[in-house]
């Protein structure tokens, strides 16, 4: 395409905006996140003289084309919602704002790291949700899909409000707290548990103990044994890997209690997601904290939204598609918000200059190719900024469970009147 451009002489500003279009059955928002990867692509966007090579030999450019592709960089503007924003249907996500071809060779990178980490970002809203202020930590890497959706998802869960990742590189990366504990094969290396149990609690004072190799509750035990005879040494939790996790939680905070050690606290894993944690809650269960693996890192009940990056403006004029359940609202476009004693009331999505009521929610984070600072903020502000939006979901959305209940959104009547027009234009044309 960008070829076709240059043969056509199609060098105009065009606005491609990245929206989804509906929200999966099981869920009620989802939460803006992956930004900061598309800025830190953009402002580096260049063809090396290997990529120029392999398109070479791909016989399909002309040779025209593949010199330019060296002086290529992004010059354009980007406006975008701020990370950690809760966003609803077609609202945008994202405009990119630049000369056709260098908006249109962004596409690919532009949805894959949105939509991957707002994905993310919503499920794991919803698990700290849940988790009622007891600390959750991300635990996925082994089964996410690949390296770079492991350190997107330690980045986007920490967003959204989780503790911390059991996975160094995100940690170092991004600056998030590294997590982790045991795994069986140390308590297996060792003839028994508790020899196992001592080495660990030597090296690392103030460590938790995985106690579900063999059989929890004497494993529980065994760190008792362990604070209360060997030079008393410091555990600071146990941890429980398997089996049912409301009972052995119960059972273990009574052994660690009678033993006077009720400042030992109960770390909980296995298969952990929003639901069954909030089931955990509900039932009194006295966990303190949780790691989450599996259901989290590949949003087992939510995996993909149906995201998409549009041109909605070529050379000032509105662009537009008329596709069964896949009408593209023309223009560039605003959206504002509007609050009601401090929660989120309604949206409505407009043209730039029209006088609406409400906050806007596209701020402009690059300018000529460039990031714009005032509006660069870094991850533990962008993190502030989520628990902020989170806070302010109407009751009805921030349940877990459906609840029949849509948030409203609204098209401007400036939208309406040009997507209106472009349809009679394209019946008369």
């Given at each position: 395409?960008?070829?076709?451009?240059?043969?056509?002489?199609?060098?105009?500003?065009?606005?491609?905006?990245?929206?989804?279009?509906?929200?999966?059955?099981?869920?009620?928002?989802?939460?803006?996140?992956?930004?900061?990867?598309?800025?830190?692509?953009?402002?580096?966007?260049?063809?090396?003289?290997?990529?120029?090579?392999?398109?070479?030999?791909?016989?399909?450019?002309?040779?025209?084309?593949?010199?330019?592709?060296?002086?290529?960089?992004?010059?354009?503007?980007?406006?975008?919602?701020?990370?950690?924003?809760?966003?609803?249907?077609?609202?945008?996500?994202?405009?990119?704002?630049?000369?056709?071809?260098?908006?249109?060779?962004?596409?690919?990178?532009?949805?894959?790291?949105?939509?991957?980490?707002?994905?993310?970002?919503?499920?794991?809203?919803?698990?700290?949700?849940?988790?009622?202020?007891?600390?959750?930590?991300?635990?996925?890497?082994?089964?996410?899909?690949?390296?770079?959706?492991?350190?997107?998802?330690?980045?986007?869960?920490?967003?959204?409000?989780?503790?911390?990742?059991?996975?160094?590189?995100?940690?170092?990366?991004?600056?998030?707290?590294?997590?982790?504990?045991?795994?069986?094969?140390?308590?297996?290396?060792?003839?028994?548990?508790?020899?196992?149990?001592?080495?660990?609690?030597?090296?690392?004072?103030?460590t938790t103990l995985l106690v579900d190799t063999y059989d929890p509750l004497r494993g529980v035990d065994h760190v008792i044994e362990l604070v209360k005879h060997r030079e008393r040494l410091v555990v600071a939790g146990v941890r429980l890997d398997s089996g049912d996790l409301g009972a052995l939680s119960k059972a273990t905070r009574a052994k660690l209690d009678a033993a006077g050690?009720?400042?030992?606290?109960?770390?909980?894993?296995?298969?952990?997601?929003?639901?069954?944690?909030?089931?955990?809650?509900?039932?009194?269960?006295?966990?303190?904290?949780?790691?989450?693996?599996?259901?989290?890192?590949?949003?087992?009940?939510?995996?993909?939204?149906?995201?998409?990056?549009?041109?909605?403006?070529?050379?000032?004029?509105?662009?537009?598609?008329?596709?069964?359940?896949?009408?593209?609202?023309?223009?560039?476009?605003?959206?504002?918000?509007?609050?009601?004693?401090?929660?989120?009331?309604?949206?409505?999505?407009?043209?730039?200059?029209?006088?609406?009521?409400?906050?806007?929610?596209?701020?402009?984070?690059?300018?000529?190719?460039?990031?714009?600072?005032?509006?660069?903020?870094?991850?533990?502000?962008?993190?502030?900024?989520?628990?902020?939006?989170?806070?302010?979901?109407?009751?009805?959305?921030?349940?877990?469970?459906?609840?029949?209940?849509?948030?409203?959104?609204?098209?401007?009547?400036?939208?309406?009147?040009?997507?209106?027009?472009?349809?009679?234009?394209?019946?008369?044309?």
């Open positions: 395409m960008a070829q076709a451009y240059m043969a056509e002489h199609m060098s105009g500003t065009a606005v491609f905006e990245t929206v989804f279009r509906k929200l999966p059955q099981s869920r009620s928002y989802v939460m803006a996140a992956g930004l900061s990867d598309v800025v830190d692509f953009l402002e580096t966007f260049q063809f090396r003289q290997a990529d120029i090579d392999y398109l070479h030999g791909l016989r399909l450019f002309t040779e025209g084309f593949l010199q330019s592709l060296s002086a290529v960089r992004f010059t354009g503007d980007v406006w975008a919602v701020p990370e950690g924003t809760v966003v609803f249907p077609n609202e945008p996500i994202v405009q990119v704002i630049a000369p056709i071809a260098e908006a249109q060779l962004a596409e690919t990178f532009v949805v894959n790291q949105i939509h991957l980490q707002s994905v993310i970002a919503s499920k794991a809203a919803r698990v700290v949700e849940a988790a009622r202020g007891r600390m959750v930590v991300e635990f996925g890497a082994r089964r996410a899909h690949g390296t770079d959706a492991a350190l997107k998802v330690a980045r986007a869960s920490y967003l959204a409000g989780m503790a911390g990742t059991s996975n160094l590189l995100a940690a170092r990366e991004y600056g998030i707290p590294a997590f982790g504990t045991m795994a069986h094969s140390f308590i297996q290396a060792f003839d028994n548990e508790l020899d196992a149990f001592d080495a660990f609690a030597r090296l690392y004072p103030g050690l009720n400042q030992i606290e109960i770390f909980a894993s296995s298969g952990l997601d929003e639901y069954r944690i909030a089931a955990l809650m509900n039932d009194g269960c006295p966990i303190d904290a949780f790691a989450v693996g599996t259901k989290l890192v590949v949003a087992q009940d939510a995996p993909a939204l149906d995201m998409a990056y549009k041109l909605v403006e070529y050379d000032g004029v509105g662009r537009t598609k008329f596709s069964s359940d896949k009408v593209i609202y023309p223009g560039r476009k605003q959206v504002v918000r509007r609050l009601d004693h401090g929660v989120f009331a309604a949206d409505t999505i407009g043209k730039p200059d029209e006088q609406l009521d409400g906050e806007p929610l596209l701020v402009p984070v690059m300018k000529n190719g460039r990031r714009l600072p005032q509006h660069d903020p870094d991850l533990p502000a962008s993190r502030n900024w989520a628990r902020q939006q989170i806070d302010r979901l109407p009751p009805q959305l921030r349940s877990l469970e459906a609840t029949g209940w849509s948030y409203p959104v609204d098209i401007s009547p400036g939208i309406a009147r040009e997507l209106e027009r472009l349809r009679q234009a394209q019946q008369l044309g």
